[in-house]
């Protein structure tokens, strides 16, 4: 049985990827406009995650006694700037998901609660590969610069990407 205070702060984990699958659903809308397709479908491709995350956690929480809360969530701003802006955005919320992660991990050690703690370590190991695959995002956009043919190949690799996460990704 959860208690009180961890059935809260996982609720609260539930509210943060369910808005972060939101935000990436922006994302994808956005990049889609630009006509970046690999993009694009990169972005979809992390909102469907997020949900799985959010889903993960719901179930768990339902399973272990709680209630699991379905939260309300404020639109995610429409327009991202450029896509280097947007992959920085997308690192800059990953940490703040960390960040999020580990002060779950410390209430449940606080709590005494193995079994959480145990079921949050399939987030910890989540977030190193969330944080490293944005880095080398960046880094890819860092080495394109303004170079339209650059971006061309960006592109392309990216939706590869996709399909490799996809093909890799079994959140159950
Ligand atoms: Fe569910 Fe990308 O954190």
Do not use: C
């Not at 509210?15 to 922006?26: F, I, P, R, T």
């Not at 979809?44 to 809360?69: C, I, P, T, W």
């Not at 690192?91 to 002060?103: F, G, P, Q, R, T």
């Amino acid at each position: 049985m959860l208690s009180n205070k961890l059935a809260q702060a996982l609720n609260n984990q539930i509210n943060v990827e369910a808005a972060s699958s939101q935000v990436y659903l922006a994302m994808a809308s956005w990049a889609e406009v630009q006509g970046l397709e690999g993009v694009a479908s990169f972005m979809y491709e992390q909102s469907d995650e997020e949900r799985q995350h959010m889903l993960k956690l719901v179930k768990f929480v339902n399973e272990r006694g709680g209630h699991a809360l379905v939260p309300q969530l404020d639109a995610p701003k429409a327009d991202f700037g450029t896509f280097r802006d947007m992959f920085q955005e997308l690192y800059d919320h990953e940490l703040k998901v960390s960040a999020s992660i580990n002060e779950l991990v410390h209430i449940a050690l606080e709590e005494r609660d193995y079994a959480t703690h145990n079921f949050l370590q399939w987030y910890v190991a989540e977030q190193i590969e969330e944080e490293a695959q944005a880095r080398t995002i960046l880094d890819k956009i860092n080495l394109i610069g303004n170079d339209k043919g650059g971006l061309y190949l960006f592109d392309r690799d990216i939706q590869q990407l996709t399909v490799n996460s996809a093909a890799s990704d079994n959140p159950q």
